[in-house]
């Protein structure tokens, strides 16, 4: 953790933490009880392994990484103290909070028989000091970020002083952009679309498809993907993506191979907005990006809002509703007034 937050793989993790998780997830069959994470969606267990990730991986920086050690042996509270320390540095204080929580949870699934009442009393703690980051300053109009991609997956296409690869990643990294601002869907499944899965081609169209058990709402996700795509997508399969190496059935491909990790696709959103409007714009704010756009060019349908982010109650959309109000009021004003300063 000395560059970035990232997170030691699965396959990397001790060999006694790994094997315990995986009884873990153990389907349920007939008169069988399946494990005791069987019944968890899988972007939870998906979030959980992250957290418990980015934790191992301290250790191996911090050379006090034990292949060796007993189930849960690296969730201790030395351990949690100093690893919380580097975080307050690295991610605000919700994220924090939020992946001791999910440390906590998987700590006690793979170590049953141990009290971690401590480490709740620190995420306590953290939730208690949980702050917010303001973000209304980092909100754009959706069709900025459209524009944004589009001009980067244009860039990649004409540039002659690029290599082939680094054209295939602004390629790669535009569509990244212009896709998530018309499918403002969560980064886990958009980091996790696979060809022929979750994004896929029917009847002349590209669909984004996700079972219920992948969404965080629960419900079935199924959407178009706007026709002005169809072409800049048919475009990166066939010319750029397979210059990446062993792409297999990745969407997003990474120059690695395979697909391009969840952590990198935050990474690379973020620094590109930052790069090129000067604003980081992290993959779940495209989302309040989208319901601000709603707002303030579509106010009373408000519904569209709702439906693109599959949202179950209005909460969540209402401070946007009731800035694009403002707005709306404030530009009617100024027409209103407008003619008398002119004269």
């Known amino acids: 953790m000395v560059n970035r937050v990232r997170a030691c793989p699965l396959r990397d993790w001790p060999t006694i933490d790994r094997e315990a998780w995986e009884r873990a997830c153990v389907p349920a069959r007939r008169l069988k009880p ?7 969606k899988p972007s939870t267990r998906a979030s959980m392994i992250r957290a418990y990730g980015y934790l191992l991986d ?6 006090i990484f034990d292949k060796d050690a007993e189930r849960a042996g690296h969730v201790t509270p030395e351990i949690i103290d100093a690893f919380v320390r580097v975080l307050r540095d690295r991610v605000g204080s919700v994220s924090r909070a939020s992946y ?4 906590r949870r998987i700590a006690t699934l793979l170590a049953p ?3 971690f009442a401590w480490l709740g009393e620190i995420e306590s703690d953290l939730r208690y000091e949980a702050r917010p980051r303001a973000k209304h300053h980092r909100i754009v109009p959706s069709h900025r970020l459209l524009r944004l991609g589009l001009e980067l997956m244009s860039r990649g296409e004409t540039s002659g002083h690029l290599t082939d690869l680094r054209r295939a990643r602004l390629v790669r990294d535009g569509l990244m952009i212009a896709l998530l601002c018309l499918c403002p869907i969560r980064l ?3 980091a996790g679309l696979r060809i022929g899965q979750q994004i896929r081609r029917m009847n002349g169209a590209w669909w984004i498809v996700l079972d219920a058990a992948e969404t965080k709402s629960g419900r079935p996700d199924e959407r178009p993907v706007p026709e002005i795509l169809t072409p800049l997508i048919d475009r990166w399969l066939e010319r750029w993506r397979p210059l990446f190496r062993e792409p297999e059935d990745a969407f997003w491909a990474s120059i690695k191979g395979g697909a391009l990790a969840y952590t990198y696709v935050g990474q690379v959103i973020t620094k590109t907005t930052l790069r090129e409007l000067g604003i980081a714009i992290n993959p779940h704010l495209f989302r309040d990006c989208a ?7 579509a106010g009373d349908r408000m519904g569209i809002a709702s439906g693109l982010l599959q949202h179950t109650n ?5 401070k946007y509703y009731n800035k694009g109000a403002m707005i709306a009021a404030s530009r009617r004003y100024q027409q209103i007034v407008h003619p008398f300063t002119s004269k």
Do not use: Y
């Open 100 to 103: 001791i929580g999910k440390i």
């Open 291 to 297: 319901v601000f756009t709603v707002a303030t060019v």
């Open 188 to 190: 886990g499944n958009f």
């Open 314 to 318: 209005s909460h969540s959309i209402e």
């Open 113 to 115: 028989g141990r009290d």
């Open 34 to 40: 399946g494990g005791s994470a069987a019944h968890m």
């Open 58 to 63: 301290f250790c191996l920086r911090n050379c």
